[in-house]
């Protein structure tokens, strides 16, 4: 599996490490699902900015996301752990051998 920075680097992208105190939202009840999303904001009030969700479709209920620390990903979600160093304004979709990676400017506030 390609650390952090190597993701990073084929996607042309400058790291921002998400650190391990700070939480990410992800939504627990789809995890077993596929594909798996990310998209990530702004950091904002320790917060990394990550959203995670399996599955098709992202749900606008207010408790889709549950916040869960950053260094908990890997026992959630281990495969996802390689992309949480991609810049605010990524996404990732990822399902077993297939994998996409994009910026998303409407994301970020820049």
Known sequence: MPSQNEICKKFDAIPSVSKGNEKLGLAIETIGKLPINGLRH????????????????????PDFFKPLHVSHIREYLPE???????????RFLVAGEYEDVWHDPQLTSM
């Open 42 to 61: 702004d950091p904002e009030n320790g917060t990394c900015g990550w959203y995670i969700w399996c599955g098709e479709e992202m749900s606008e209920e």
């Open 80 to 90: 996802i752990e390689q992309y949480l160093s991609l810049p605010p304004g990524y």
